[in-house]
Every structure is written in C-alpha cells, then in structure tokens.
C-alpha cells in the first residue's frame, strides 16, 4: 500500500527533505590569516619586528646615526617574506580546494519510484520519507537509505 499523501506530506514537514546537508564552511579571511600568522610565517614576523627593535635601539643610542642601513633592510625582507610566503600559501593552496566542486553542489535530478496510496509514482529524491516503499531496478541509483523489504536476484 504505502503511505498515504498526507502522512508523506507530515513526515516532510517534520523530518525535512532527503537532502544532504553542506558541511560548515571556513571564510576566506580567516582562510587568510591562519596563513598570515600561522606557521613559519610568525617567524618571519618575529624577525622582522625584532629587526626593527633591533634599529630603533640603535638609532636611539648613537649621537650620529650610521649609514649601515642593513637592519631595516633585514627587517622589510623579513617582513616581505612573511607576507609572500602566506600569500604564496593562499595562491597555491585555496583555489584547488574552490576549483573542485563538491559533491553536493552538483544539481541532483534525480527521481525515484515510490508506491503511495497502492500507485507506483514518480517524486523527486528529496521527497522519499521515511517509510515510504521504493521501488528499484538493476542500475537504479539508490535515492535514501533503504530497507530492502522483497527482492528479486539483488546483489549487493
């Protein structure tokens, strides 16, 4: 026999559609920062400020300040390199994760073959409850997870 319309309709209501849901996903900034100021990057930072540390100290103690501009040139390198390498990071690293759809972003269009009210009739995948019968043949994509109740030469 199956389910009536209405009982479907309830266990709709209540249950939701037989839809998988995405998995939570990160924002780019955050993506970003971890890249910024994790890892080796926070070396690189560390190394630049104590360059600077490093400059300041000695320009405050000297009457004359020398033309040794190597520490601050040490410190912008350190500085440069930490935003590279987090930048290189983000280039290389985030898009490959964006360029490969996930499988639930592909359109799903799939029907299935439920029997309601004793007529076999074709609904959309999302809308297979729980206790509905479905019925399915030799390659038929499973729309829900099934208990097989009759079968007929299935192999699994």
Known sequence: QGLT??????ILAR???????PPPTTPEWVKFCRQLFGGF??????????CFLAYGIQAGTEDEPSNDNKIPIFSALGANLALWESDFGRVWGVP???SVPKFTEFPEFQQAL???EGEKMQVNAEEVV???????KGGDRVPADLRIISAHGCKV
């Open 41 to 50: 990057s926070i070396l690189l930072w560390i190394g630049a400020i104590l």
């Open 96 to 98: 490959g994760s964006l």
């Open 15 to 21: 249950d939701g559609p037989n839809a998988l849901t």
């Open 5 to 10: 319309h209405s009982k479907a309709q309830e």
């Open 114 to 116: 439920v029997i309601r």
């Open 130 to 136: 729980v206790g509905d019968l479905v019925e399915v």
